[in-house]
């Protein structure tokens, strides 16, 4: 995936998709995300910071400047559009759509941007269910908000009988085809109403009207957002 990269931007997404998730954004974060060696990841930080695009807190975390928070946002909002493009019109498998989005988020224009949100009917999420923001500056209203949904792992343990419907696939899961894959054969996408039971150091998912199961492991299951069905 090395082709049509920019760094910069990568870098400025991952932190966002970090806070997204409710995990402090740190250095050590962007090497386990993005697989670069800690040196890498370090030079990059020390020039973002110098080009006034973050700050390093005393504790380590990573802050978004003004400047930087908005780059952000442009960047996400790209890649999320392209997601639904790819996933939408183009009928890449689910699978690879986060892949190949990485590439289109660093070269689309915004008149691109807004063609995209007429085309696809001024789209509020990604295919995974992650909120677009910075939909505003399209003139499309305010983005939604990805707080506030349960993890499936607290909602198999507080209620392991119960359904619940799965609201968002988090970055972790988009970017691990192998996994994304065997969730998709069985159903485990956005909008599907499964159960989920913890069993050791695994849960296992199970779709409610198809009883196909899969597992995962807690980490996962600690990521993937849900709604009470």
């Not at 110098?50 to 400047?65: I, K, P, Q």
């Amino acid at each position: 995936m090395s082709d049509l990269i920019d760094t910069t931007e990568m870098y400025l997404r991952t932190v966002l998709e970090l806070e997204e998730e409710g995990i402090t954004p740190m250095r050590a974060r962007i090497v386990e995300r993005l697989d670069h060696s800690g040196p890498t990841v370090s030079q990059t930080v020390s020039r973002m910071e110098r080009d006034g695009l973050l700050t390093v807190g005393a504790d380590r975390s990573l802050v978004l400047t003004e400047l930087g928070r908005e780059r952000a946002v442009q960047v996400m909002r790209k890649h999320r559009l392209a997601e639904r493009l790819l996933a939408d019109v183009i009928g890449l498998d689910l699978a690879q759509v986060h892949d190949e989005a990485c590439r289109w988020e660093h070269v689309m224009s915004e008149q691109v941007e807004r063609r995209l949100v007429d085309l696809l009917h001024s789209p509020r999420y990604s295919p995974y269910g992650t909120p677009i923001p910075g939909l505003a500056a399209l003139g499309v209203g305010d983005s939604p908000s990805a707080a506030g949904h349960p993890s499936l792992l607290e909602a198999a343990r507080a209620d392991p009988e119960g359904t619940h419907t799965v609201a968002l696939l988090p970055e972790v899961v988009q970017a691990d085809a192998a996994l994304l894959g065997v969730l998709s054969d069985v159903g485990v996408l956005t909008g599907a109403v499964v159960r989920a039971r913890v069993e050791g150091q695994r849960v296992r998912i199970e779709v409610a009207d198809t009883g196909r199961s899969a597992e995962i492991d807690l980490r996962t299951a600690g990521a993937i957002r849900v709604l009470a069905a």
